[in-house]
């Protein structure tokens, strides 16, 4: 990035007016000279000489008005002589100008000196002291001082923060000074891995949102500190505090929350080797020993640079995607070859084996942390571990702003979209997710330019907007795994709510209440409530309408009928999952509908699934991670069993959910408006005591007519039903 230039004047060459001042690197003029080259608000003057270098700008008396003091290697670069004229222009440094990174190539002023050993990290402290705030142009030579030996860098490369081409920049406190010596200069470079505090790094601070990283700031604080503070040090430092490098962390969590995106990110801003990616079941080999194998060769490359340079070695890291994969809790697979119990036991020695390695960065990924060895958990393995889990709003804006960027700097985004109004929509939505929405809006924009009549019409870019409807249409079709599963919830109302009363109006405003207290409570981090009453009194209906109502942004039923089919082991396996799965969420809301339904219980005997219940039992009666609030609403119709087994105590309160008296049933009537207004007390005393369910089903089965048909009208209002036909429907329900 060029800075800004003054106007540009022409000046008479001289020399330096003190044979000390050589190695400053400045160039001297007058004091009345020297006002014209600061820069405005500072204290620091610079110039732009012979628009080849930059150089800064001294005031000296015993330069005459009019000249500008140049050493030797300076006159050489801009090719003039003493006495030559020379154009110089005030130089303005520009915002973002601060040098990441100088490459330096080394070189003795005398020729034939004797051979010295530099110590690049002494050297760079005080390079970076002595030329503070000084501009460095590529291909640039500096005269020096260091240790009683005079000394000329080249600059070979410069790099500035966030610059992909530059050609000059100025050095700060915090620039990393890599030295170059060609063999026939003499000179040794030691100790170049500490040149800079910041040697492990490419760059010398992270913008997530640029990585592509979004809503994850506290994760990767927490993995710098754990996993990279120590290295950023130099290797006698930590030495000196008797403490060994983290060889290795685990990112676990949900699919699709950026695990594999930031470890390819970490990789990628280390200073070290190329990170090698590998997933778990790519090692796998059929071939016995040859599993083994593929793991030592990961670590050879790492063995040899150890081996060779010692505690100069590059960091070398290896990327595990599906780490679960392979290393499998030994003995917990039963395929009778122990494969992935050596698999387990190959990788261990390598990490934290008699000769573990201290240049190596393992990183491992699951979805599935349950699954691995404890013994690759312990500190000295994959200690530090790290849990990705489903952004919070702020995280959800974040990776929206991320996936919208361009759309937006292209001005394909209307400006009718909401980011933040998105975030707070998608409610347990992963990253992946986040993208597959942005993707589907825009295949709602892209549509609405293409004719099915005439594919190979020319399509006008500049009429391409991606809406806010687009956005709403992709959320409506994108649904997050750990989502609210409303259509299912929908199911177990179909007949909708209506008002029945006020017992069922006092059961649905507590348990609403619980659901608020579990949104705010810090004591109560699961709460539970069973409805029970007789079978189609609207126990499902109303956990349904508390899951919707309360807009937690996970809420799933658990039935029988979904688990149809299935062995003990395996209902023990999804109800459990349905739990672990709420965990990852801040607010959760778990329906089990028709409890004795799951624990398969039979009158006769009675028979019914120990397992299930005992599971029940401890699912109930156990804690959610920190900061994760549950509230589990049961409902069953065998209150008496329930409760000789035990897992009524396991509920923090109960409610019973009536049948409808004939007061209640008249309101509903009234709602349904299906009778006329002189039949409506009838219906309703034929009803007394009866269930919403059934209420329901007569009312469906007398609106048909004696005939069939005419239900439409019926529910139209425009008819009504008869009250005689009404009795024998009432007289047929209530026989069978």
């Given at each position: 990035?060029?800075?800004?230039?003054?106007?540009?004047?022409?000046?008479?060459?001289?020399?330096?007016?003190?044979?000390?001042?050589?190695?400053?690197?400045?160039?001297?003029?007058?004091?009345?000279?020297?006002?014209?080259?600061?820069?405005?608000?500072?204290?620091?003057?610079?110039?732009?000489?012979?628009?080849?270098?930059?150089?800064?700008?001294?005031?000296?008396?015993?330069?005459?008005?009019?000249?500008?003091?140049?050493?030797?290697?300076?006159?050489?670069?801009?090719?003039?002589?003493?006495?030559?004229?020379?154009?110089?222009?005030?130089?303005?440094?520009?915002?973002?100008?601060?040098?990441?990174?100088?490459?330096?190539?080394?070189?003795?002023?005398?020729?034939?000196?004797?051979?010295?050993?530099?110590?690049?990290?002494?050297?760079?402290?005080?390079?970076?002291?002595?030329?503070?705030?000084?501009?460095?142009?590529?291909?640039?030579?500096?005269?020096?001082?260091?240790?009683?030996?005079?000394?000329?860098?080249?600059v070979n490369q410069t790099s500035v923060e966030g610059q992909e081409k530059n050609e000059r920049g100025m050095i700060s406190a915090e620039t990393y000074i890599v030295f170059e010596a060609p063999n026939s200069s003499g000179i040794k470079v030691v100790n170049q891995r500490e040149a800079a505090s910041s040697s492990i790094f490419r760059q010398k601070e992270f913008n997530l949102e640029t990585l592509g990283i979004g809503g994850l700031s506290a994760e990767f604080a927490d993995i710098f500190r754990r996993a990279f503070a120590s290295r950023v040090?130099?290797?006698?430092?930590?030495?000196?505090?008797?403490?060994?490098?983290?060889?290795?962390?685990?990112?676990?969590?949900?699919?699709?929350?950026?695990?594999?995106?930031?470890?390819?990110?970490?990789?990628?801003?280390?200073?070290?080797?190329?990170?090698?990616?590998?997933?778990?079941?790519?090692?796998?080999?059929?071939?016995?020993?040859?599993?083994?194998?593929?793991?030592?060769?990961?670590?050879?490359?790492?063995?040899q640079d150890q081996r060779t340079r010692g505690d100069q070695s590059d960091l070398h890291v290896i990327i595990f995607d599906e780490i679960d994969a392979i290393c499998k809790s030994r003995g917990s697979t039963r395929d009778?070859?122990?494969?992935?119990?050596?698999?387990?036991?190959?990788?261990?020695t390598k990490i934290d084996g008699v000769e573990s390695l201290n240049n190596v960065l393992l990183i491992g990924m699951t979805n599935r942390r349950d699954l691995l060895d404890e013994a690759l958990l312990r500190p000295g393995r994959l200690e530090v571990q790290v849990e990705i889990s489903l952004p919070d709003e702020n995280g959800r804006f974040q990776i929206l702003q991320i996936h919208t960027n361009k759309m937006k700097e292209n001005s394909f985004l209307s400006p009718d979209v909401h980011l933040q109004e998105l975030a707070a929509r998608t409610k347990n939505y992963s990253g992946a997710e986040l993208e597959g929405v942005v993707k589907s809006a825009v295949s709602y924009a892209l549509n609405r330019q293409l004719s099915m009549d005439d594919l190979t019409k020319p399509v006008d870019e500049e009429s391409i907007k991606v809406t806010m409807e687009d956005f709403l249409n992709a959320v409506s079709e994108v649904r997050p795994a750990f989502g609210a599963s409303t259509g299912d919830l929908d199911r177990c109302r179909l007949n909708g709510i209506v008002d029945c009363g006020g017992r069922h109006e006092h059961i649905y405003k507590r348990t609403m209440l619980l659901a608020e207290q579990v949104r705010v409570s810090k004591g109560s981090p699961i709460v539970t409530c069973l409805l029970e009453g007789p079978s189609g009194s609207g126990k499902t209906?109303?956990?349904?309408?508390?899951?919707?109502?309360?807009?937690?942004?996970?809420?799933?039923?658990?039935?029988?009928?979904?688990?149809?089919?299935?062995s003990e082991s395996s209902k023990c396996a999804q109800i459990v999952k349905v739990f672990e799965d709420a965990y990852k969420s801040p607010l959760s809301i778990i329906i089990l509908d028709d409890i004795e339904r799951l624990l398969e219980y039979v009158?006769?005997?009675?028979?019914?699934?120990?397992?299930?219940?005992?599971?029940?039992?401890?699912?109930?009666?156990?804690?959610?991670?920190?900061?994760?609030?549950?509230?589990?609403?049961?409902?069953?119709?065998?209150?008496?069993?329930?409760?000789?087994?035990?897992?009524?105590?396991?509920?923090?309160?109960?409610?019973?959910?009536?049948?409808?008296?004939?007061?209640?049933?008249?309101?509903?009537?009234?709602?349904?408006?299906v009778f006329s207004s002189e039949d409506i007390d009838s219906a309703a005393e034929a009803l007394n005591d009866i269930t919403i369910k059934k209420l329901y089903?007569?009312?469906?089965?007398?609106?048909?007519?004696?005939?069939?048909?005419?239900?439409?009208?019926?529910?139209?209002?425009?008819?009504?039903?008869?009250?005689?036909?009404?009795?024998?429907?009432?007289?047929?329900i209530v026989r069978y």
């Amino acid at each position: 990035m060029a800075g800004r230039s003054g106007s540009s004047a022409t000046m008479i060459v001289t020399n330096t007016p003190a044979k000390d001042l050589a190695y400053t690197n400045c160039a001297y003029c007058s004091p009345s000279d020297f006002r014209n080259f600061l820069v405005s608000g500072t204290k620091l003057a610079f110039a732009l000489v012979a628009d080849a270098f930059v150089l800064s700008i001294c005031s000296n008396d015993g330069v005459p008005n009019g000249q500008i003091g140049l050493n030797a290697i300076q006159r050489r670069y801009a090719r003039v002589s003493t006495g030559d004229p020379v154009s110089v222009t005030r130089f303005t440094p520009p915002e973002e100008f601060t040098l990441a990174l100088l490459t330096l190539e080394l070189e003795f002023v005398k020729k034939g000196t004797k051979e010295e050993q530099v110590d690049a990290a002494h050297l760079s402290q005080q390079i970076r002291k002595r030329f503070n705030n000084q501009i460095m142009t590529t291909g640039q030579k500096v005269t020096f001082e260091y240790q009683g030996s005079g000394y000329i860098f080249t600059v070979n490369q410069t790099s500035v923060e966030g610059q992909e081409k530059n050609e000059r920049g100025m050095i700060s406190a915090e620039t990393y000074i890599v030295f170059e010596a060609p063999n026939s200069s003499g000179i040794k470079v030691v100790n170049q891995r500490e040149a800079a505090s910041s040697s492990i790094f490419r760059q010398k601070e992270f913008n997530l949102e640029t990585l592509g990283i979004g809503g994850l700031s506290a994760e990767f604080a927490d993995i710098f500190r754990r996993a990279f503070a120590s290295r950023v040090f130099p290797a006698h430092v930590t030495s000196k505090l008797g403490i060994k490098h983290v060889k290795g962390m685990l990112l676990f969590g949900p699919p699709g929350t950026g695990k594999t995106l930031m470890a390819r990110q970490i990789g990628k801003m280390l200073n070290g080797k190329d990170p090698k990616i590998v997933n778990g079941p790519e090692v796998l080999s059929k071939f016995v020993g040859e599993t083994e194998k593929n793991v030592r060769d990961l670590f050879a490359d790492a063995e040899q640079d150890q081996r060779t340079r010692g505690d100069q070695s590059d960091l070398h890291v290896i990327i595990f995607d599906e780490i679960d994969a392979i290393c499998k809790s030994r003995g917990s697979t039963r395929d009778g070859t122990g494969v992935h119990d050596s698999i387990v036991n190959q990788l261990l020695t390598k990490i934290d084996g008699v000769e573990s390695l201290n240049n190596v960065l393992l990183i491992g990924m699951t979805n599935r942390r349950d699954l691995l060895d404890e013994a690759l958990l312990r500190p000295g393995r994959l200690e530090v571990q790290v849990e990705i889990s489903l952004p919070d709003e702020n995280g959800r804006f974040q990776i929206l702003q991320i996936h919208t960027n361009k759309m937006k700097e292209n001005s394909f985004l209307s400006p009718d979209v909401h980011l933040q109004e998105l975030a707070a929509r998608t409610k347990n939505y992963s990253g992946a997710e986040l993208e597959g929405v942005v993707k589907s809006a825009v295949s709602y924009a892209l549509n609405r330019q293409l004719s099915m009549d005439d594919l190979t019409k020319p399509v006008d870019e500049e009429s391409i907007k991606v809406t806010m409807e687009d956005f709403l249409n992709a959320v409506s079709e994108v649904r997050p795994a750990f989502g609210a599963s409303t259509g299912d919830l929908d199911r177990c109302r179909l007949n909708g709510i209506v008002d029945c009363g006020g017992r069922h109006e006092h059961i649905y405003k507590r348990t609403m209440l619980l659901a608020e207290q579990v949104r705010v409570s810090k004591g109560s981090p699961i709460v539970t409530c069973l409805l029970e009453g007789p079978s189609g009194s609207g126990k499902t209906a109303m956990a349904a309408s508390v899951g919707i109502d309360s807009d937690f942004p996970f809420v799933k039923i658990i039935s029988s009928e979904s688990m149809i089919g299935l062995s003990e082991s395996s209902k023990c396996a999804q109800i459990v999952k349905v739990f672990e799965d709420a965990y990852k969420s801040p607010l959760s809301i778990i329906i089990l509908d028709d409890i004795e339904r799951l624990l398969e219980y039979v009158a006769m005997g009675p028979r019914f699934s120990n397992l299930i219940s005992q599971t029940l039992f401890v699912l109930l009666k156990r804690l959610p991670p920190k900061g994760k609030n549950i509230l589990v609403i049961g409902t069953t119709s065998e209150m008496p069993f329930l409760d000789s087994i035990g897992i009524c105590d396991a509920f923090s309160v109960s409610y019973n959910v009536p049948t409808l008296k004939k007061e209640d049933a008249k309101k509903v009537l009234q709602q349904l408006n299906v009778f006329s207004s002189e039949d409506i007390d009838s219906a309703a005393e034929a009803l007394n005591d009866i269930t919403i369910k059934k209420l329901y089903m007569v009312i469906e089965m007398a609106a048909h007519g004696e005939e069939g048909g005419g239900a439409e009208a019926i529910f139209s209002g425009k008819e009504k039903i008869k009250i005689s036909h009404f009795f024998d429907c009432v007289q047929d329900i209530v026989r069978y």
